[in-house]
């Protein structure tokens, strides 16, 4: 089992930043990666940002050069760095474990945070 806790986010003025966090707990040798995730109102839930075991990254298109993924191994938590923040990054985001064991997947989601940004 793995457990994760987001935390970090609020309003703010289009141009700002938010960092998020997500404390990582539980299984944690079996995570394969962390991602962040988010939906806005009506829309269907999409990859922001996502951090590899050996560490590489991927992003979503919208948010390349804006956002960065980075994790703290010591303190068990992955951040996301969003600078330049637009209105349509209103959201809430996401943190997202994928477990391996054997040759299952699993997917863990913690419960969210909120990020509203005013124009």
């Known amino acids: 089992q793995v457990q994760l806790v987001e935390s970090g986010g609020g309003l703010v003025q289009a141009g700002g930043s938010l960092r998020l966090s997500c404390v990582v707990s539980?299984?944690?040798?079996?995570?394969?990666?962390v991602g962040w995730y988010r939906q806005a109102p009506g829309e269907e839930r999409e990859l922001v940002a996502v951090?590899?075991?050996?560490?590489?990254?991927n992003y979503a298109d919208s948010v390349k050069d804006r956002f960065t993924i980075s994790r703290d191994n010591a303190k068990n938590t992955v951040y996301l760095q969003m600078n330049s923040l637009k209105p349509e990054d209103t959201a809430v985001y996401y943190c997202?474990?994928?477990?391996?064991?054997?040759?299952?997947?699993?997917?863990?989601w913690g419960s969210g945070t909120q990020v509203t940004v005013s124009s």
């Open positions: 539980g299984s944690i040798f079996s995570i394969n990666t």
């Open positions: 951090i590899m075991s050996g560490g590489s990254t």
């Open positions: 997202n474990a994928v477990a391996v064991s054997g040759i299952r997947f699993y997917n863990y």
